[in-house]
């Protein structure tokens, strides 16, 4: 199967929504329930708390009697209101990251709060095309408070005037309606993406060439087998190589194999493949924090080599990802965002499992 395919449809009565490329799965999303943490993306108006010593940040209340961590502390006080959005995933136990950088995201714009500036995403060439949207938005901005701007996303070049238009007033018509919304206790003013609205938000840049919105979708795509495929801690790569997951309590350890072949070029081969498979295996395993990876064995003037390999493969993982480089051990470390919940976990809880 060629091509790029949205796939949405059920499991287990959860809709879920599946990014399909050339017959791989490149990313999954699910409907958040009752129980989840709060999804990124999510809009509360929240309390400020006593900043933190030694942690650079400073907790913020949140509804249901949940706590938000916020790095940023500067010209805050106790007691003060703030309008805060979900940055990350909360792991068991631990506060929500937080931003008090809002983003109004929709298919095909994002209203911008504190961030003025008018802007075409730079995916759309055609000058005519650039020139019509920047005169629409123009148009449909016109009399917005001078604090907000505005990003025409790259599917607004598909799309038609009048649809376009309109999503920019609804995202426009949410933002001022949030942003004038300070007063009061600890509230959800704005959910976080469903599976739908995450698949159009996040994946449709560039359009897919298919989107399939039915029962049965999965089954036709062979969805469900590729989310065994990754729960799987072995990752087959190229000539009988091979990379083992293992998620722990403090880290993600990955281990790379060779197979067969122990030579030098088979070690160097086999560690390029693992770094180019590992950012969409983390993204899919809904795995973040510290990722350790022991490399197989190759001489130390091919690690340059492989630096490159790295950098390149996490430059458009999705997740910001620091790249710590190599341990005094001949390990490689790196850190990514936790952005979601573990799909393993997900799992779980769409079983009904009790979580971990």
């Known amino acids: 199967m060629k091509g790029r395919v949205i796939a949405l449809d059920e499991i287990a009565g959860r809709r879920v929504a599946a990014l399909i490329a050339d017959g791989r799965l490149e ?4 409907d958040p329930v009752e129980g989840d943490p709060p999804v990124p993306g999510a809009i509360f108006r929240a309390v400020v708390g006593r900043p933190v ?3 650079g940040g400073v907790f913020v209340k949140l509804p249901g009697g949940k706590s938000g961590f916020l790095r940023q502390v500067s010209r805050l006080s106790p007691g003060q209101r703030v309008l805060v959005q979900v940055s990350g995933h ?13 983003l109004f995201k929709s298919r095909y714009c994002i209203v911008t709060p504190d961030a003025p500036g ?9 000058e005519d095309m650039r020139a019509d949207l ?19 996303r790259s599917a607004a070049e598909a799309a038609g005037e009048d649809e376009v238009a309109d999503d920019i007033l609804r995202m426009r018509g949410l933002a001022e309606a949030v942003l004038a919304d300070l007063d009061g206790d ?6 976080g993406p469903d599976a739908e609205e995450f698949a159009w938000t996040e994946w449709a840049d560039p359009a897919p060439d298919e989107t399939a919105e039915r029962p049965g979708a999965f089954a036709e795509f062979g969805v469900r087998e590729l989310i065994d495929a990754a729960l799987d801690p072995v990752v087959p790569l190229p000539a009988g190589a091979s990379m083992v997951i293992e998620p722990t309590r403090a ?3 990955v281990d790379v194999n060779t197979g067969a072949d122990t030579t030098p070029a088979a070690g160097l081969k086999a560690n390029i493949a693992a770094a180019r498979e590992l950012p969409r295996q983390l993204r899919l395993r809904g795995l973040g924090g510290q990722v350790v990876i022991d490399f197989a064995p190759m001489p130390k003037k091919d690690r340059a080599v492989l630096d490159q390999a790295m950098k390149a493969a996490f430059r ?3 997740a910001e990802t620091s790249l710590a480089g190599w341990t005094p051990l001949g390990n490689y470390e790196l850190q990514r965002k936790r952005d979601r919940m573990p799909l393993a976990e997900t799992l779980r809880r769409n079983r009904g499992e009790a979580p971990r």
């Open 316 to 318: 458009t993982a999705g």
């Open 186 to 191: 600890p509230e959800l003013l704005v959910d």
């Open 53 to 55: 010593k030694g942690q």
């Open 27 to 30: 990313d999954i999303a699910f």
């Open 134 to 152: 920047t005169d629409l938005a123009k148009t449909a901005m016109e009399g917005a408070d001078a604090t907000l701007g505005l990003i025409v």
């Open 251 to 253: 880290l993600v350890a």
């Open 90 to 102: 909360a792991e068991p136990g631990k506060a929500v990251p937080v931003t008090l950088r809002l």
């Open 118 to 126: 008018l802007n075409v995403s730079r995916r759309i060439r055609d």
